[in-house]
């Protein structure tokens, strides 16, 4: 999806402490162009807060809605890994190998985008806006093609499903590795859940996708997105019945 890089997009984070963030939805820096409308979550270029380190390999978090029977035109990211998770509509996405994905809501395509490779993308649904999460990351590696798969989440199964689980083995990796994990979770209302971090180095950021949610005692609603750092667990309390996402990264 083409992007367009938002100036002071975090000028809004609410600085709960040095180590917590919390962006309300209210507050996204949103870019509506008529035919699709992008609101960024988060933006490496202009995420301006201490250690940033912790997310030195996460490039962007977007959430995009398209127009039914609307798209972009041919455009290419370079080299990104880039997870979209769609949550409505019918996204069709071609590039310029001939290739052709369909992705139905709960459908994630995870892609490495390569080297001068284009693409374009449509919501195919003649009366549903669409929408995704989208998460652009730098690379383990850089492909001379796109390398893709598309996977699908039981979006009512409660607990944590796995969407990329990239352990590094230290001893071994060079320094532009990343270790990223990143989850979809589904709580029913009043539901516990605790999440341990795999790596106490690592950050944590949880967009919220729909409902309400607690986590270490601060309020999500709908699309609220929290930033965590230097904690090594996650205590989980759902209000309402919740859908969101849970990155380490």
Known sequence: MILFRAKNSFANYNPISMETFLLKRKNRV??????????HCYDKDTYK??????FKNL??????????????????????????????????????????????????????????ISQFEYNKSKDTTLNCIQFSLTPNINYSSPKSEV????????????IIESKIDYSKSSKDLKEVYLYYGFLKVNTQKKYLLKNNNNGILILNISGRIKINGELLENRDMLVLRNINEL??????ETKFFLIEI
């Open 235 to 240: 205590n989980i309390l759902s209000i309402k």
């Open 151 to 162: 996977i699908t989440l039981k979006t009512e199964k409660v607990g944590f499903q796995k």
């Open 30 to 39: 949103t870019e509506n162009k008529g035919h699709y409308s992008i609101h």
């Open 59 to 116: 490039i962007s978090i977007i959430d995009c809605e398209i127009k039914p029977n609307m798209g972009f035109l041919p455009h290419w990211h370079g080299d990104k890994e880039v997870i979209t998770v769609l949550i409505k509509g019918e996204l069709v996405q071609k590039n310029s190998l001939g290739e052709t994905y369909n992705l139905n809501p709960g459908d994630v395509q995870i892609v490495n985008e390569g080297k001068n």
């Open 49 to 54: 807060t201490p250690e940033t380190g912790h």
